[in-house]
């Protein structure tokens, strides 16, 4: 702030010092109460943060073994025990982080919300890393025809996913609204890939990057995009 500000708000604390405000009467005081008060109802707390972990590790456990049932398992008895070990457990680790992040963001003011969203965003850096180690590029002729039923179970089991974690997370009071989207549709999409990587026995490295991964990616943007869309509306319609 420039000298001459420093200078005006002197100014005024000078004047308010100098000419102190009369009370006010007792009547106009209960008007303000009134008006403080009316709208005002009791809310009820959130439950523990263990709970909220608990119901959205359940969500996506849900969601993988309906994945199983629904679409099969050839991917899993396709990958050896390494692949599955460096696919699965990443892919574990980045939801479990992403879960606790959420769960964090549900209550105003709480530590190691957004520490815990960009530990997650390294670890899944770190799985397409290991994916591009452990699996091979195949030129495929039909690459894209084999891609798109793909993208398409794995959006179709991210898509419930993401309604399910929803239901409670509309508990929480998170200040970064923008941040949980994206945190939200990142946990959404690691089910929906996750149900791909047991579902899917193609190990061409190119379609599980083009057609796996990105369903994840997908969902992070559509969860942030969603997110920002409605907190602007939210704010210009108090």
């Not at 106009?28 to 523990?48: F, Y």
């Not at 993988?64 to 050839?74: E, I, Q, R, S």
């Not at 457990?89 to 549900?106: D, E, W």
Request: hydrophobic share 55%; net charge positive.
């Amino acid at each position: 702030m420039t000298k001459d500000g420093m200078d005006q708000f002197r100014e005024i604390d000078q004047l308010l010092d100098a000419r102190p405000l009369p009370p006010l009467p007792a009547d106009r005081l209960k008007q303000i109460e009134a008006a403080v008060i009316t709208g005002l109802k009791p809310v009820r707390g959130l439950a523990s943060p263990g709970l909220y972990f608990a119901a959205l590790a359940g969500i996506f456990v849900a969601v993988c073994m309906a994945g199983c049932y629904v679409v099969g398992w050839n991917g899993w008895l396709a990958l050896n025990e390494l692949q599955k070990f460096a696919v699965f457990l990443p892919l574990t680790a980045t939801a479990g982080l992403l879960a606790f992040s959420l769960v964090r963001q549900m209550s105003p003011a709480s530590r190691h919300a957004r520490s815990s969203a960009f530990v997650a965003s390294a670890v899944f850096i770190l799985l397409l890393l290991i994916v591009t180690m452990i699996f091979h590029p195949v030129q495929e002729s039909e690459f894209v025809r084999n891609g798109v039923p793909c993208f398409r179970i794995g959006m179709a089991f991210a898509v419930p996913a993401a309604v399910l974690s929803a239901l409670p997370l509309l508990r929480g009071a998170g200040l970064s609204p923008l941040l949980t989207g994206a945190a939200a549709g990142g946990l959404a999409g690691l089910a929906g890939l996750t149900v791909l990587e047991i579902q899917c026995p193609n190990l061409n490295v190119y379609h599980i990057v083009t057609w796996h991964v990105s369903v994840t990616v997908v969902c992070v943007f559509l969860g942030f995009i969603f997110s920002g869309v409605t907190f602007r509306r939210s704010a210009s319609n108090p």
